[in-house]
């Protein structure tokens, strides 16, 4: 166990970090395969700029790398560029 006052803080804010980025990073993924089965593409249309900003919010938080949000968001607008 820690022994000073500022280590167990810190591991106490880890804690709270760590469960608060699981949950963001969740959301997300739910949300890119969601917007993945998506057959019509006005709706593709109206989910992609809330799913592309997740994906911006997790990079700038470094959840995830700014390189994986880029090559997400540019599978993604490919995908929607593919249907009908």
């Known amino acids: 166990m820690a022994n000073h006052k500022s280590a167990i803080k810190r591991i106490r804010q880890n804690d709270s970090r760590r469960l608060e980025n699981k949950y963001y990073a969740r959301t997300t993924r739910n949300a890119v395969k969601k917007l993945r089965t ?47």
């Open 38 to 84: 998506t057959t019509e593409k006005a709706a593709a249309e109206a989910q992609y700029p809330a799913v592309a900003s997740m994906l911006d919010k997790l990079a700038k938080k470094n959840v995830i790398h700014k390189n994986k949000a880029s090559n997400l968001k540019a599978k993604l607008s490919q995908y929607m560029n593919t249907l009908a």
